[in-house]
């Protein structure tokens, strides 16, 4: 039931996963991996993002969001439907506060970025160390809390976003303006995170590759 509703309400989803290793012959890399899926204009619910940056073997930034797509301050309902009665706001805090003393707030370079997050975003730059026993502790939180934290927002998402049982009603005008939201949105994001940074870890023509590839199934252009 699930896979059938998925299939008539996504409108794109990106499954990547990215891998280069940083000059200097020192051996260390730099791993992207990242799940986003957005939904059509059949129901207001937010977009799922989980993206995970690692940037060594004890650190990784994390990010896990149902991105809204309504102003919230001009939508206090959204607020309550999505992030509050849902639970995912008082989990996400409780789950966060588990990393404790290995993780501290990720703040994005990016404005932009930033004010595209919820208030219930997970968004924490774990860091276990540099000594031998660092690697051995980000194996654990991934594998224990950071792993759990991941289900409960896929788990939300999957119950009151993808089922579309959460949804409101909009009028055709509103639902326009929020399909539109949502296109603006995704150009931005696609510049900031990908035509920006790509060509930093790839060769130029590889870059503009994935990005044109991107932008193609992203927003039909």
Not at 85 to 100: E, K, Q
Not at 183 to 205: C, H, S, T
């Amino acid at each position: 039931f699930i896979y059938f509703v998925l299939c008539t309400q996504i409108a794109f989803m990106l499954e990547a996963w990215f891998h280069r290793e940083l000059p200097g012959g020192g051996g260390g890399a730099i791993d992207i991996t990242a799940l986003i899926v957005n939904l059509n204009g059949a129901t207001d619910a937010p977009h799922l993002v989980m993206e995970f940056i690692q940037g060594g073997p004890a650190s990784l930034i994390v990010l896990l969001d149902l991105l809204p797509r309504v102003d919230l301050p001009l939508h206090p309902s959204y607020i309550h439907r999505y992030y509050a009665a849902t639970g995912l706001d008082a989990r996400a805090r409780r789950r966060v506060a588990g990393l404790v003393p290995q993780s501290r707030p990720y703040v994005s370079p990016s404005l932009l970025v930033r004010s595209l997050w919820s208030p219930a975003a997970v968004v924490a730059d774990v860091q276990c160390g540099e000594g031998p026993g660092g690697a051995a502790a980000l194996d654990g939180i991934v594998r224990g809390e950071l792993a759990a934290t991941a289900m409960d927002v896929l788990g939300v998402w999957l119950e009151h976003c993808a089922g579309g049982g959460g949804g409101g009603e909009m009028e055709a005008a509103e639902r326009e303006r929020m399909v539109a939201r949502d296109r603006k949105v995704a150009a931005a994001e696609l510049e900031v995170n990908l035509a920006a940074n790509l060509p930093r870890m790839f060769d130029a023509g590889v870059a503009d590759r994935v990005v044109a590839e991107i932008r193609k199934a992203f927003m039909g252009s």
